[in-house]
């Protein structure tokens, strides 16, 4: 099984890259984002409660998170693998899908971190706010604060991948082709 956590900074390009991963390697789309955005749409309590948190570019509560993708996990253990977009994002969440995983055998393969100059991911957003409809795409105020908070709470996960030996850094800057080239290289490796 390859189990792919796509890693980076919102607006790295972690979602336009997973699609081509998951073509290319046949795995199972698991991101946390969407997966909170159908909720909302859906007006769940869990969507409303969800909402407060990304309106303002703070992380959704750990639990909430990982409590969907065991649910995800328990739904589809006849796939060839996952690409794990958007989480973890917490070294409680990190911990958490090493224990689901390694519970299963089929642990994380690998973690590709997008890397990409800040300037980028914001300009990057905002265009992408033009078309997405997605309010935090809109506000340069609130793009600022999710960049703050992946330095803050999510960028130690490299460490922790790290120390597993499972941390690839990618040049997240280029043309979607030429970034796609480097994930493949790197992932026909592991
Ligand atoms: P994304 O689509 O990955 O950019 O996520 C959009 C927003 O959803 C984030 O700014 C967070 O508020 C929330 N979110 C997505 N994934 C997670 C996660 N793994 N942990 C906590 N919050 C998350």
Redesign the pocket.
């Known amino acids: 099984m390859l189990n792919l956590v796509l890693f980076g900074p919102?607006g790295a390009g972690?979602?336009t890259q997973a699609d081509f991963l998951i073509e290319k390697f046949e795995l199972t789309h698991l991101?946390?984002?969407?997966l909170?955005?159908s909720e909302i749409a859906a007006n769940t309590p869990l969507g409303l409660e969800?909402k407060k948190?990304?309106d303002k570019?703070?992380?959704?509560p750990?639990e909430v998170?990982i409590g969907m993708i065991g649910n995800k996990l328990e739904a589809n253990k006849e796939v060839k693998g996952f690409i794990f977009?958007?989480?973890?994002?917490?070294v409680a969440?990190a911990e958490a899908l090493d224990n689901l995983l390694n519970g299963n055998g089929m642990p994380v393969s690998g973690m590709l971190c997008l890397e990409v100059e800040k300037q980028e991911l914001i300009d990057r957003l905002l265009t992408r706010g033009k078309t997405s409809g997605r309010s935090?795409d809109q506000d340069e105020s609130i793009i600022e604060n999710?960049i703050q908070?992946y330095h803050e709470k999510t960028s130690p996960l490299k460490d922790y991948y790290l120390a597993q030996d499972k941390q690839y850094s990618i040049d997240g800057m280029g043309t979607i082709e030429e970034i796609a080239e480097r994930l493949s290289e790197t992932v026909n490796k592991l």
Do not use: H, N
């Not at 991101?31 to 969407?34: C, F, M």
């Not at 570019?57 to 959704?60: A, D, N, Y």
């Open positions: 919102p972690k979602g991101s946390t984002g969407d909170l955005r969800a948190y990304m570019g703070e992380l959704v750990d998170v977009d958007g989480f973890p994002r917490t969440q935090d999710r908070v």
